[in-house]
Each structure stands twice: as C-alpha cells, then as structure tokens.
C-alpha cells in the first residue's frame, strides 16, 4: 500500500517537533510493508484552521488517488472539530482511501476500524439534528414574540418612474440613493421589466 503521512505542529517553538508525530508513523508503515509516498507537514498552524497549506495539499493529492492510506498520529493532529474529521474521512471513503490514526489505534481498513467511523458518523448526524432542532426552536420562540423570521421584504418602488428618470439621463447611483436602495436592484428591477 502506498501511504500519505500527515503531520502538524500548533507552535514552531515550545519544543513541538513533528519529527516526533513523523517517526511512529513511519515505523508504523514499516510493521505494516507499506510505502510511504509523501509527508505533508503543516508547521505553525492552528487545528482549527480547516485550510492548511499541506493538508490542502493532502487533499487534492487523494484526489488524484496517489496513496492508498492516509496515516496521523492522532485525530485532532488532523481535525479540531468533528464535522471536519468526518467530511474529510467521507472523502476518503469514496476515494478508497483508508484513515489510520495511529495513537487512537484506528484504522478504517478493519471491521473494527469501519465500525468507530460509522459510530462517528451518527454522532456526527446527530449533532446536526440537535442543531436544526434548536434553530428551529428559537425561530418559533422569536416569531411568538412578534420579530419577523427569514429575509427582509424587497423594497418597493415605481419602476416606470425609474425609467423614465434614467431616460432622461439621472443617474442610476443618484436614484438608488434617493430610493434607498442599491443600484443593483435598481438595475435588476429595470431588466426584469424590460
């Protein structure tokens, strides 16, 4: 199997390595007979950061199938949130690319491996749902207090009277001005009449 090492360091200094995170995945690899084909190492950077120069990198190699199995140390080496984790290991997934989390001993190539990232997925959807739930349930307790739900009503205003200002050569910033309103709409409103 070729094998894709991912490794991030939050610091460069206060003594963080990811030569410490590098070496157990690389003898990880050798137990295991596979090859390792690159090591992205994003150094400074946030977990939290979803965009990261080499997990980036990561990425779109997967999607040019150039490794088998994407190998960390640990999760949240990878991905601070969840919903991250798990976007990320769907993409895995429908590439035939397997995740192997080696302090965490998972790895979705086993049943047991499968297993964890199904459970993880549920938990996943049902943090979504709880979430929904509670949109929900704060929309209908505004609109019980009288405030208004969804977007604001469009202004309104005379379209013929629009044309016939731009006909005679007012400016259509200086009219949207006027009007409060931008002279985006005032151009949309002015096309869809034509």
């Known amino acids: 199997m070729k094998a894709a090492l991912y490794a991030r360091v939050s610091t460069q ?3 963080q390595d990811p030569e410490v995170q590098l070496r157990e995945l690389r003898e990880h ?3 295991k007979g596979w090859e390792i084909v690159n090591e ?23 999607e040019f199938k150039r490794f088998d199995v994407v190998l960390v ?3 949240d080496r990878f991905a601070r949130s969840t919903r991250h984790l798990l976007n990320a290991l769907d993409t895995f997934e ?3 690319i397997e995740f192997v989390s080696t302090t965490e001993g998972i790895d979705t190539s086993t049943a047991v491996g499968k297993m964890v990232f199904t459970v993880l997925g549920a938990v996943a959807t049902m943090e979504r749902s709880l979430t929904v739930e509670r949109i929900r349930a704060g929309m209908r307790n505004a609109k019980a207090k009288g405030s208004k739900i969804g977007r604001p009503s469009s202004p309104v205003f005379d379209v013929d009277e629009v044309k016939a200002r731009v006909a005679a050569g007012e400016q259509r910033q200086h009219i949207a001005a006027e009007l409060g309103v931008s002279p985006a709409l005032i151009t949309k409103r002015l096309k869809a009449s034509a």
């Open 29 to 31: 690899c050798q137990r």
């Open 40 to 62: 992205y190492v994003d150094r400074g950077i946030s977990g939290t950061k979803e965009s990261r120069p080499q997990l980036n990198q990561l990425m779109t190699d997967a």
């Open 13 to 15: 200094n206060h003594h």
């Open 94 to 96: 429908s590439l035939g």
């Open 73 to 75: 140390w640990k999760f």
